[in-house]
Each structure stands twice: as C-alpha cells, then as structure tokens.
C-alpha cells in the first residue's frame, strides 16, 4: 500500500481525500486494518491530531470504524440497508443480465462525467491502473480498479456509492472474463478498449468516453453470455 505524502492545503481534507479515495477505488478494502496511527501519519508526512482528525471524518461518513484497543478498520462505503437490498437482488437467477445492465447504465455515464470532471490526479492515477493491467499476473485486479475509479472520477456520490456496493462482484466477475478469453488472447482486446476509454477521458471527449464504455460493456456482456457463469457470492 502506497499511502501519499501530502500537499499543502487544509491537511486534513487532503488526508480524508486520499483515504476516502483508496476505500471507494478498493485499494483499501472493507475489513482491512489501517496501520496504527502512529505509522500512518509517519507515511503520510502528518502530525497526529490532524490525521486524527480526519479519521473521525471517515468515520462519520462510514469509510472506517475506530476499535477502542484494537485500531482503525475499513468499512464498505455503501450502507448496509443498499447492500442487502444489492444482495437479494443478485440472488435471483437473472441476476447477471440484471447486473451487465446496471453496469452499462452507470458505467457509460460515469465515463462521460468523468471526462468532464476528472482530476489531473485521478487521471494519472487511471493511467497507472492501465499499464498494470498491461503488465500484471494480477491484471483483474488493476482491471477492476480502473473501473472503480472511473466511477469515483465522474463525482457522482450515488455513482460512487452504487458501484462501491457491486466492486466485489465486478472483481470476482472481472478475474472469471480474463480468465476466460486469456488463452485466445482476447485480453489484449480488452486493453485496447481501456486504453481507448482512458484517451477519451483524458482529452475531455465525453462522447468517445461514452462510446468506449458502452462498446467494452458489450464485449464483457458478449463473453458472459458463453460463459454460462452465475454472479460469484462472497
């Protein structure tokens, strides 16, 4: 885990910013436990009390929950009354269909907010999600994230919320695609159309970024259809 050292603004907004950032992009996942505060305001180059202060920020807005004794603990960014509702939904047995088209709804649009709104920070960030995917043993993982994070780009709080609630079944979903098309090569097919949402996004063409997204959705959709796979319960 790479935590940043922090620019000068409001140091605590900054802090909130990056942590709140690493929960909904799932860098850091729910029930993982943060280093102590000690360490982590050490790594992040903060005094204490103002990293203390952002903590009890997170806290309050559900990213984290503070264990007297034992230490800080991310928590899913979504409610729990959304993620049950999420979770008796994806129960049914059309549940993957439902969810390819939740995807494409939210996704296309997340894609043309985000190149719109996109930060120059959130844009590197993305570039640094696509050559791992590029490169990576992992690249589902990366794949995953890079989705998440368009999400989070598009600044949209029920976006981002929504997506938060589904990340681990787009990852588990994600891991069963490549895993799939993998040995036709089918995943470089899949780079190249990241690569083409992540230009889109970066020259601030909301269009082509819609376009991009829609036309990857269908290919995953496509791939799913064959494969013949049920949305994978944690």
Partial sequence: MRFQKIKPKRVSD????????LVLIGELKPGEKLPSERELA???GVSRPTLREAL?????????KQIQ??????????????SQAFTE???KDDAMGDLMELRKILE?????????????EEIEQLEEFLNEM???????????SFHALISYASHNVLIVH?????????????????RHIRPAGGTKEVDTLHRKIFEAIKSRNPEKAYEYMLEHMEYVEKQLEGMNIKVPHS
């Fill in 14 to 21: 900054e802090i909130y910013r990056q942590l709140k950032e």
């Fill in 42 to 44: 050490v790594q992040m």
């Fill in 108 to 120: 296309t649009w997340a894609a043309k907010a985000a190149a719109t709104r996109a930060t120059e």
């Fill in 134 to 144: 590029e490169d990576s043993e992992r690249d589902y993982e990366s794949d995953a």
């Fill in 69 to 82: 004794g034992d230490g800080t603990y991310v928590q899913s960014a979504a409610s729990p009354v959304l």
């Fill in 162 to 178: 929504v997506m938060n609630t589904i990340y681990e079944w787009i990852t588990k979903v994600t891991y069963e695609v490549r």
């Fill in 89 to 91: 939904m994806l129960n």
């Fill in 56 to 64: 009890q920020k997170l806290e309050a807005h559900g990213f984290l």
